[in-house]
């Protein structure tokens, strides 16, 4: 088992200033983090899993301590695949705190070795969801503050601009 992998997993649709937030404070304390991107067919992603993986191997190209992959089927046992024993996991406001709670008993019920870790959003990305940038840029407005340029450039893309 190695200790210092984290698995930060997620659906990244898009990947926001809120998950690199979390990305690099990860990596002051995991040697390794693997970006696991969500090969979710029920939800209705804009980007695909692999436009996601794309994106995200371009924004982390420069670090050999990051890596992106796609997964699907159960978490846990993606986790253990990779010798991993830590899912990490952003948290924000007390909403997202039920589900989540939920999905780390359940993950760990199933596989006792797997250890959710939750890191708080810095209080400048408490507001900052995937969703809400998508939204925002749909509807035209300046999305520069919430995502990476090339994020942008991609949405803008989508969204026809
Ligand atoms: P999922 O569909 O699995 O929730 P997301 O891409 O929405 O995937 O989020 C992935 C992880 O990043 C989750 O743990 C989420 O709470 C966290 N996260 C998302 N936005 C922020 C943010 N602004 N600050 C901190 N954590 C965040």
């Known amino acids: 088992m190695n200790r210092h ?4 997993p997620g659906s990244f649709d898009p990947f ?9 404070r990860g990596l002051e ?4 983090i693997i970006i696991a991107v969500a090969n979710n067919s029920e939800k209705n992603s804009l980007f695909t899993a692999a436009e996601r993986v794309d994106i995200l191997k ?5 670090n050999p301590r990051l890596r992106v992959e796609t997964f699907d089927g159960l978490l846990v046992n993606y986790v253990v695949a990779k010798k991993a024993r830590v899912i990490l996991r952003g948290l924000r406001a007390v909403t997202d705190f039920e589900f989540e709670f939920q999905l780390a008993q359940m993950n760990h019920t199933v596989c006792q070795q797997v250890e959710t870790l939750f890191m708080m959003t810095s209080p400048k990305f408490a507001y900052l969801s995937s969703s809400i940038v998508k939204e925002v840029g749909r509807l035209g407005g300046d999305i520069s503050k919430f995502v990476p340029p090339l994020v942008k450039e991609e949405l803008l893309k989508k969204f026809g601009q």
């Open 16 to 24: 926001t200033h809120g998950h690199m937030d979390i990305v690099k």
């Open 29 to 32: 304390i995991f040697d390794t």
């Open 5 to 8: 992998i984290a698995i930060y």
């Open 58 to 62: 371009q924004l982390t190209a420069d």
